[in-house]
């Protein structure tokens, strides 16, 4: 079955550790995102890529980093520095980097909590 | 800049009808529509492109008004499988990226 893999559901960590948040799709799609989602609002994006070895970033880059070495992989590492790291964080791709005319699929998200 | 989603919370019985729109300050390119139970992730419900088209999915359709740059969701005979989250995403011309609104949330009672 295709779709997009994001692991684990839950984590938990200490404040002041960086933790990295896994995504895969085997959906071959071009296109990947980082969204973080608090407690009864929307969705804000954390970083995009088109293409591997290429990302931008979003409305709330700060604090975080990603990586797209392989084309099924767009991980998401939550930093030290990212002030309130406690969200919900959804990882989606898209099928092409032809604009934003595309459905965008959703993984199962990571809920993580930082104590 | 986030669209502005109204109303923020509307509650139903079954079979009821309700209306969820979208407004954005700039021009808009596209305009997708998903829908969010709690704690799970969001389900694509249908994308509106340019050119004021309105489309149905089941009991559930929009409309896109490019010249107001709004878009209206529209949803008849509610289930309470309807209820959830529901976000628009916006698009604009040669973005890659969507902006979301904030959401509207929606219960079906029976």
């Known amino acids: 079955d295709g779709g997009i893999t994001q692991s684990p559901k839950y984590l938990f960590r200490k404040e002041g550790q960086n933790v990295t948040l896994s995504c895969e799709q085997n959906?071959?799609?071009?296109?990947m995102y980082w969204y973080r989602q608090d407690p009864g609002q929307g969705l804000r994006l954390i970083y995009y890529s088109q293409i591997v070895n290429d990302f931008q970033k979003g409305d709330i880059a700060e604090g975080y980093s990603v990586s797209r070495e392989k084309k099924e992989s767009f991980p998401l590492t939550v930093t030290s520095a990212q002030k309130n790291p406690t969200a919900f964080y959804l990882c989606a791709s898209s099928i092409t980097t032809g604009g934003s005319g595309y459905e965008q699929y959703f993984g199962p998200g990571t809920r993580l909590t930082v104590t | 800049q986030q669209p502005v989603q109204s109303p923020q919370a509307v509650i139903l019985r079954e079979g009821e009808d309700a209306v969820i729109n979208c407004s954005s300050s700039k021009a808009l390119y596209s305009v997708h529509w998903y829908r969010q139970k709690h704690g799970e992730a969001p389900v694509f419900l249908m994308i509106l492109l340019k050119g004021g088209e309105q489309k149905g999915h089941e009991k559930i359709s929009a409309s896109f008004n490019e010249k107001k740059q709004q878009s209206s969701l529209y949803l008849t005979a509610s289930q309470l499988s309807y209820s959830g989250t529901y976000f628009c995403g916006t698009g604009q011309q040669g973005a890659q990226k969507l902006v979301f609104g904030q959401g509207t949330r929606l219960t079906i009672n029976p």
């Open positions: 959906l071959n799609h071009d296109a």
